[in-house]
């Protein structure tokens, strides 16, 4: 079982940065890959990005690359997401998810999540 805790949402303008954090616990944090997602209201949830168990590989979705970055601390157990030049349409309810054995963009594969943290941009 893996618990994760997402913090470093809020309110912020267009154009404005914000760093995301997901605390992991109960598990080797090093075995699992890492997925961000969002979902806003009334939409389905969304990919956003995910990294590899080693930090090797990671992917971005089209409409967040160049903006976004993906990283993992192995030694802290924590993955972040580092979100610059913040749009309106990038408010949504954040969410970080980890797998032992998927490592990808679908979040129906993913098996533990955390509780989601609110991120909204006004213009």
């Known amino acids: 079982q893996v618990q994760l805790v997402e913090s470093g949402g809020g309110l912020v303008q267009a154009g404005d940065s914000l760093r995301l954090s997901c605390a992991a616990s109960?598990?080797?944090?090093?075995?699992?890959?890492m997925g961000w997602f969002r979902q806003a209201p009334g939409k389905e949830r969304e990919y956003v990005a995910h990294?590899?168990?080693?930090?090797?590989?990671?992917y971005y979705a089209d409409s967040v690359k160049g903006r976004f970055t993906i990283s993992r601390d192995n030694a802290k157990n924590t993955v972040y997401l580092q979100m610059n030049s913040l749009k309106p349409e990038d408010t949504a309810v954040y969410y970080c998810?980890?797998?032992?054995?998927?490592?990808?963009?679908?979040?129906?594969?993913?098996?533990?999540w955390g509780q989601g943290t609110q991120v909204t941009v006004s213009s």
């Open positions: 990294i590899s168990w080693r930090a090797i590989s990671t």
């Open positions: 998810a980890a797998d032992s054995q998927y490592s990808g963009s679908n979040y129906r594969e993913y098996d533990y």
């Open positions: 109960g598990r080797t944090f090093s075995n699992y890959a």
